[in-house]
């Protein structure tokens, strides 16, 4: 089974910086992508930003030059770099992963996790 762990959520004034963390931990063989949502209540769930393996990245317009996503794939793990944010940013942010896990390399499946949640909040 594969857990993922958010951390470096928190409260900041408006125009700051934060960077949140994701490290994915199981029989893990390989993430296709890995990435960042958020939910506001009452929202749906929408799209931040998300990275594949190979490095290609997806972005949001709504966070697009302000925020960075990068990967640390030997480590499993997913970074979100948010600098300039906005009252608007605040939300719970979660952590997806999509890979491939199991006990054995030839009895590996498809895996989809999430995270449990970090609330990141920007005050005006």
């Known amino acids: 089974q594969v857990q993922l762990v958010e951390s470096g959520g928190g409260l900041v004034q408006a125009g700051g910086s934060l960077t949140l963390s994701c490290v994915a931990s199981g029989s893990i063989f390989s993430i296709y992508d890995m990435g960042w949502y958020r939910q506001g209540p009452g929202n749906k769930r929408e799209a931040v930003a998300s990275?594949?393996?190979?490095?290609?990245?997806y972005y949001a317009n709504s966070v697009k030059g302000r925020f960075t996503i990068s990967r640390h794939n030997a480590k499993n793990t997913v970074y979100l770099q948010m600098n300039s944010l906005k009252p608007e940013d605040t939300d719970v942010y979660y952590c997806?992963?999509?890979?491939?896990?199991?006990?054995?390399?030839?009895?590996?499946?498809?895996?989809?996790?999430w995270g449990q949640g970090t609330q990141v909040t920007v005050s005006s």
């Open positions: 990275m594949l393996q190979s490095n290609t990245s």
């Open positions: 997806k992963a999509v890979g491939e896990s199991g006990v054995s390399y030839y009895r590996r499946r498809r895996f989809e996790a």
